[in-house]
């Protein structure tokens, strides 16, 4: 993906409020980073030899700063960008999304988009010049350059933005994979006076979408661009409220988005609701799947404030303060870890708890999103829907919650190791047993059938003491009671009470006497039994004081039936049934025949796609820095040994793990991402998918620690090698809402991630060092 044409970017309207020194900030004054000191900077705009330059604006100093020719100028009048739906999303070279907001033009006629940075101590907003290829920022009476930054952009309601075979925009968002395991991102394609849901395969340059029982190639489609996206299970065919619409139909019903499982591929397609299914294209054909996922807008977002700004629209409320003060739900980041901020407006300010204290921000995030409910948290158990507020460095997950303490509502942190809630209350961290959290109501229109409640939520609300009944919801209709939380996908009962009776049974429902020596209330049958097999995954047993072999998965039994076949879309490679694996090895390329089951974890009945040649014996080639201490066990689709390094997780929160991988007679480090069977590397700016890889075994003897500009610390993990014999390091860092592993490469002076199919480079990272050696030369250090 290259730099993004100015007439391929959305054209959007933006709100700016003249100000000056004189005047009081706007509301909803758009937050931009924060000065050297610690003061916050807002995003702004001001004229200079006539052209209209992105500006940082900081209050506190009564002015506003632009960046040209090579020095920082000081602007007594400006303007502030005002609204709500921005975001900070990370680029480098020149690139910009479809939805970056533009401050102007130059006097040539190339546009100039709003940016962000990190510089000395500060992240300062800035210009961004595509033709440049940089972001320029105003600092310390300079114009300073800085090759990898973060774009602003507005969110809007599904952004679908035109695409071709040889373009992808930036921020397309991921729908599936190919057989071939290469990547599909979500489309759309007009056929028959209809836009339909499309699959898109930038690989084959080309769209597919189906209809009539054919699939049909399309060279014109676009391709569905932003962030906050998920995928959600129906209940029963229901469509969630927030699900995407492609467009209508000619009988005026929406069209929606929806993916499935296929032939060991994830391909989407449109949702038909009268027949309670999703049809894809594939081979040729149009092809009928039952159980399938529909794409959906995330009902929240994460809105940048700060304490000097108004509350914006929607934003969710946690409780009250000792004096009564309306808390809302925020989040701020303090030394790497992103916590729960309880928001206070009355008292400019909000707080966020650690190690025992209160700590105040005045920089923060606010939630704003509908269908957000506080449930009871049971044993410490955490939701599948809850929220997520963020993750610590040590990758541990922070959950939204809330509890009583002296007589208030408190909002703070949930943590799943302490399985307790922490509270910032009166300068202290406190800690609470009993709690609420807070959850997403994924409630979906009401399908086709409904089943009835099930019996054992009834019978643990009546058996739960600690538990007070839920509150009357707000009516839907006039004299009539809604439904009480949590009993979607359920219709409303509205005939019953408008309070939940536990002491007696429903109206007109007799109630049978029990016989005497019975159980009054019966406990639910068990579960139906889930048949298993026996284990096939092999058993794992550390080394010793040598190496133990590799062990090798035994094949799968084979399927107990024989799927349709069906032309692929493409033609995959020919395959022959299988050899007898080697112990320890894999078979030679030259003598490789994948097995006919195409789930066997020996073969792979797709080729990748970018076919590498695999080397004679896995794990050959030049001794790497880990021989002896870094073990490094075989993975294939479907299986992950145990224990593997944990290294980040995707955009979408799947997580990834630390890989390697052969390629043209070398190893290169990369993410293993297990939910999609298969590993990712990066050469040549390229994103190359792997199905044949390695992780790194051993989560408890390595850690992660800072670095930059291609600085290596002590106890780096090396992986492998480049071409000219240049070792090749383990890193990760944060883009586009991932944190995502891969190489550092010393030469280069950053470290290289597979990302969105191109490799992306970041110069500020960390590195994967062996806990050992590193302290170890810390305490050498120390010593002299």
């Known amino acids: 993906m290259g730099a ?31 000065d050297a000191d610690g003061t916050p900077i807002y995003v702004g705009r001001s004229f200079h030899e006539g052209e209209n330059l992105p500006a940082k604006v900081i209050p506190s100093k009564g002015c506003a700063y632009v960046a040209y020719g090579g020095t920082e100028h000081q602007k007594s009048h400006y303007e502030v960008l005002v609204g709500q ?38 992240l300062c907003v800035g210009k961004v010049h595509p033709s440049h290829g940089c972001l320029y920022i105003p600092f ?174 929607n934003a969710v409320v946690g409780g009250n303060d000792e004096d009564g003060a309306m808390i809302y739900v925020g989040r701020a980041e303090h030394e790497g870890d992103m916590l729960v ?38 044993d410490h158990v955490i939701p599948e ?79 739960c003491p600690v538990t007070p009944p839920p509150p009357p919801m707000p009516q839907l209709l006039a004299g009539k009671p809604a439904a009480a939380p949590g009993r979607y996908p359920y219709p409303p009962d509205f005939d019953a009470p408008a309070f939940a009776l536990h002491d007696r049974p429903p109206q007109y429902t007799p109630m049978p006497m029990p016989m005497a020596g019975t159980d009054p209330y019966p406990p639910p049958p068990p579960p139906p039994a889930r048949p298993m097999g026996p284990s096939i995954l092999p058993e794992y047993k550390p080394p010793l004081a040598v190496p133990v072999p590799i062990p090798v998965k035994p094949s799968l039994p084979p399927p107990s039936y024989v799927p349709a076949e069906v032309a692929p879309s493409y033609t995959p490679a020919e395959v022959a049934p299988p050899a007898a694996a080697a112990a320890c090895s894999f078979t ?24 590498a040649p695999a080397p004679p014996v896995y794990g050959g080639g030049p001794p790497t820095h880990g021989v002896g201490y870094d073990l490094w066990m ?48 990066t050469l040549a700016g390229r994103e190359i998918v792997e199905s044949r890889y390695e992780v790194l075994i051993g989560q408890s003897k390595y850690h992660w620690v800072p670095g930059r500009d291609g600085s290596i610390a002590a106890g780096a993990v090396e992986a492998g090698r480049a071409f000219n014999g240049e070792p090749l390091f383990i890193g990760r860092a944060h883009y586009c809402g991932s944190l995502t592993p891969g190489k550092i490469q010393q030469s280069h002076r950053c470290l290289h991630i597979p990302f969105g199919g191109q490799e992306v480079r970041i110069s500020s990272y960390e590195i994967l060092v062996r806990s050992d050696i590193y302290h170890r030369q810390q305490g050498i250090s120390l010593s002299y």
């Open 4 to 34: 993004v044409q100015p007439g391929a970017v959305v054209s959007i309207e933006h709100t700016w409020v003249h100000s000056t020194p004189y005047a009081a900030l706007p509301p909803f004054a758009v937050v931009g980073g924060h």
């Open 85 to 122: 739906g921005f975001a900070w999303v990370g680029s480098s070279s020149g690139c910009v999304p479809p939805n970056a907001v533009r401050s102007g033009t130059t006097r040539t006629g190339e546009p100039i988009y709003v940016g962000r940075g990190h510089y000395s101590n500060s």
């Open 140 to 313: 310390g009476g300079q114009e300073v350059r800085i090759n990898t930054y973060e774009v602003l952009i507005h969110q809007q309601q599904d952004v679908w933005v035109p695409a071709t075979p040889s373009y992808t925009p930036p921020g397309a968002v991921v729908a599936g994979h190919d057989s071939d395991r290469t990547p599909i991102y979500a489309g759309r394609a007009m056929h028959e006076g209809e836009m339909l849901p499309a699959k898109v395969v930038p690989s084959k340059g080309s769209a597919y979408v189906c209809f009539g029982g054919y699939e049909f190639q399309k060279p014109t489609y676009e391709v569905l661009t932003g962030y906050g996206y998920v995928w959600i299970r129906p209940h029963h065919h229901g469509i969630p409220p927030n699900a995407v619409s492609t467009g209508r139909a000619r009988n005026g019903e929406p069209i929606y988005y929806g993916r499935g499982h296929y032939q060991g591929s994830l391909t989407p397609g449109l949702i038909s609701s009268r027949q309670r299914c999703l049809y894809i294209p594939y081979g040729g054909r149009e092809i009928r799947v039952d159980s399938y996922e529909v794409l959906c807008r995330q009902s929240y977002k994460w809105v940048q404030s700060s304490a000097y700004s108004s509350i914006p629209p």
């Open 341 to 378: 901020c309880k928001v206070v407006p009355t008292k400019q300010i909000g707080f966020v708890s650690q190690r025992g204290e209160a700590l105040p921000k005045d920089i923060f995030e606010i939630l704003c999103g509908e269908n957000l409910v506080w449930v009871k948290c049971y």
């Open 385 to 463: 829907t809850a929220v997520l507020c963020g993750r610590t460095q040590l990758e541990q997950p922070v959950y939204i919650g809330r509890g009583h303490y002296e007589g208030h509502l408190i909002i703070g942190k949930i943590s799943s190791v302490h399985r307790a809630l922490f509270i910032a209350y009166r300068g202290a961290e406190r800690r609470l047993d009993s709690y609420e959290i807070l959850v997403e109501e994924r409630q979906g229109m009401p399908g086709w059938q409904l089943p009835p409640p099930p019996p054992e939520q009834l019978e643990l609300a009546e058996k």
């Open 588 to 611: 030679p390329a030259d003598t490789y025949k994948p097995s006919l089951d195409p789930y066997a974890p020996s073969c792979s009945s797709y080729t990748p796609a970018v076919c």
């Open 634 to 681: 075989a993975a294939s689709p479907g299986y992950t040994p145990p224990d593997a390094v944990f290294g980040g997780h995707d955009s979408d929160m799947a997580p990834l793990l630390v890989c390697r991988a052969y390629y043209d007679g070398t190893h290169i480090p990369g993410k293993a991402a297990p939910s999609r069977g298969c590993a990712y590397i």
